[in-house]
């Protein structure tokens, strides 16, 4: 909730506080998330040591942010779905179904990135 008395560099900080409680939530409470962070971690991992030059990293990140966020944006979702209707509606299932399609959409891209970057590299 925005504070009236705040500053634009204090509202800012706040706002910083509740994305990074998000974040630490997401991570520490949700296995689809702590899944592919523990992914995330790994490939960073075997990035360093396979030397990606600066383009790979890059492309590393980029899949590994895509995949985060629509995991987290899929985790929202369905958190919102399940407050709204508790019990089981055949339109909430349906858009929990599209919500979970998108974050594997994110992973398949994610696959695919990584192995173009890292079949070269062993093949």
Do not use: C
């Amino acid at each position: 909730m925005k504070n009236p008395d705040d500053s634009f560099f204090r509202g800012r900080i706040r706002s910083l506080k509740f994305a990074l409680r998000g974040v630490w939530l997401l991570i520490t409470t949700e296995h689809s998330v702590m899944v592919q962070f523990a992914i995330a971690v790994l490939m960073t991992i075997i990035g360093f040591v396979m030397h990606l030059s600066t383009v790979e990293w890059m492309f590393q990140f980029l899949a590994i942010g895509l995949v985060l966020v629509a995991e987290s944006l899929n985790t929202g979702i369905e958190k919102l779905s399940d407050f709204i209707h508790p019990d089981y509606h055949k339109q909430i299932g349906f858009i929990k179904d599209i919500s979970a399609g998108a974050a594997t959409f994110a992973a398949i891209i994610a696959v695919i990135i990584g192995l173009l970057i890292y079949l070269p590299k062993i093949g």
